[in-house]
């Protein structure tokens, strides 16, 4: 029995050690193919093998793409580990400790402070956890792999160009498995899209500079369409059965918006003061159960962001516990 058991132990590492050995092969073919077509749409060769130089594939962050807890965790749970009352309290101090950046920011983009400082707590807990990860060697590896190769090319290209451009500094381009970047988590696209220099010190720092930082997260949602006038939305009660086609489960595929009157007459009542005139849809991130909650414009600006019903759910409550203590 022992004799058998070594042999399949042997067997197992045989078939692993193969596995990967392809995969390497095949990740080197794709580099070696991805660099030229990167030098083809006007990437410098200097860039294209200073970046290549130091990638590896990281086989672990397909797993990790797989199983996102975005969309694995209830809602309950997901919202738990995230608005808990250790982040409650640094979010306090944040807000009187960053008082005069946040107040210029927000009155120079429209966005609340309390919004931003819930996108940083929920995202690198207010930048304890930006990421150690080589964004180079992730967005490589995800474009490797075919599951949403598309995506991620796109996102390492932009990169590429961002770098031969000297608008960002490839030595601090570390960060999340997914690729994102600095305190508020940028992918490279965002960067390029919204980023700001707002210290004026001649360089775009996600990293260390809380003037850019913060610039930057609340010119993202001011160019998508923030509206500082529009609650993100609430938790609800439901009164009376209604048709399930109008809960929206799936960030992918949002339903029917209504006026908070409309949604009044069909039983969903909510925790908050919601104005009667604005829009919102309904969301109920668990399916068949769980909370439910109707959310705004501003809700749905969220998830550009990050397009997890539960995230965005995440950031509105938080900024609520901020308003209100």
């Known amino acids: ?23 390497n092969h095949d990740f080197d073919i794709w ?11 006007g990437v ?3 860039t294209v093998d200073r970046a290549f130089q130091r990638v590896v594939f990281l086989e672990k962050l397909l797993i990790y793409d797989k199983r996102q807890p975005e969309f694995i965790e209830k809602t309950a749970v997901y919202v738990g580990k995230r608005v808990n009352s250790l982040r409650i309290v640094t979010a306090k101090k944040l807000l009187i400790e960053q008082k005069d950046l946040l107040e210029k920011v927000e009155k120079e983009f429209g966005v609340p402070k309390e919004i931003l400082l819930s996108l940083w707590g929920i995202e690198t807990n207010f930048g304890v956890h930006k990421g150690k990860v080589d964004i180079i060697s992730a967005l490589a590896t995800l474009s490797f792999d075919k599951r949403r190769s598309a995506y991620f090319s796109n996102e390492l290209m932009i990169l590429l160009r961002l770098i031969d451009k000297n608008k960002i500094d490839m030595s601090v ?17 965002s960067i390029n899209n919204y980023a700001i220099d707002y210290d004026n010190d001649g360089k775009i720092d996600l990293v260390n500079s809380l003037e850019d930082s913060f610039a930057s997260a609340a010119n993202y949602l ?15 009660t439901q009164e ?15 339903q029917k918006e209504m006026s908070y009157k409309n949604w009044l007459k069909l ?34 600006k969220l998830l550009n962001w990050n397009r997890s019903l539960r995230f965005a759910i995440s950031i509105g409550i938080f900024s609520d516990i901020l308003k209100t203590q």
Request: glycine share 6%.
């Open 1 to 23: 029995m022992l004799k058998h058991l070594k042999v399949l132990y042997f067997f197992l590492i045989f078939i692993f050690a193969t596995n990967v050995l392809a995969n």
């Open 31 to 41: 580099i070696k193919n991805f660099k030229q077509k990167a030098i083809s749409q």
């Open 44 to 46: 410098s060769k200097v």
């Open 173 to 189: 381009m570390y960060g999340s498995w997914a690729g994102a970047h600095g305190n508020f988590q940028f992918m490279p696209s």
């Open 222 to 236: 001011s160019s998508i369409g923030w509206n500082n006038k529009l609650s993100w939305g609430s938790e609800v």
């Open 240 to 254: 009376k059965k209604i048709n399930k086609n109008l809960f929206t489960i799936d960030a992918r595929k949002l």
């Open 267 to 300: 039983g969903i009542k909510s925790k908050q003061n919601l104005s009667l005139k604005d829009n919102f849809r309904l969301v109920r991130p668990d399916g068949d159960d769980g909370p439910i909650y109707l959310v705004s414009k501003n809700y749905e």
